[in-house]
Nanobody, 123 residues
């Protein structure tokens, strides 16, 4: 079955950095657009970043623009989220998702989801 496995979460102080990874198996990774989402306690899951199948197109939520960078390595079937200048409000469970097209990388139209990795930013 399709697997999306996130890693790299943890506890970091405000201003610090983390790099999340999402390893994908059982799908032709290079044909899927990928995205990162997050969900804080008591809040709905929200979009963070997305990337097209070849990495040519990326987009970000306004709250992370300029601090987070999404990238992918199709040879390794992995998508990354580099998170810099972290803030306490970035604390959430971060999920990766796969979709048939970059415009479909949304909370409701993504095809596959990972189990999530916890990111906690202390002040």
């Amino acid at each position: 079955q399709v697997q999306l496995r996130e890693s790299g979460g943890g506890l970091v102080q405000a201003g610090g950095s983390l790099r999340l990874s999402c390893a994908v198996s059982k799908i032709t990774f290079s044909t899927y657009a990928m995205g990162w989402f997050r969900q804080a306690p008591g809040k709905e899951r929200e979009f963070v970043a997305r990337i097209s199948w070849n990495g040519a197109l990326t987009s970000y939520a306004d709250s992370v623009k300029g601090r987070f960078t999404i990238s992918r390595d199709n040879a390794k079937n992995t998508v990354y989220l580099q998170m810099n200048s972290l803030k306490p409000e970035d604390t959430a469970v971060y999920y990766c998702a796969a979709a048939n097209a970059v415009a479909l990388v949304t909370t409701t139209r993504s095809n596959y989801w990972g189990q999530g990795t916890q990111v906690t930013v202390s002040s």
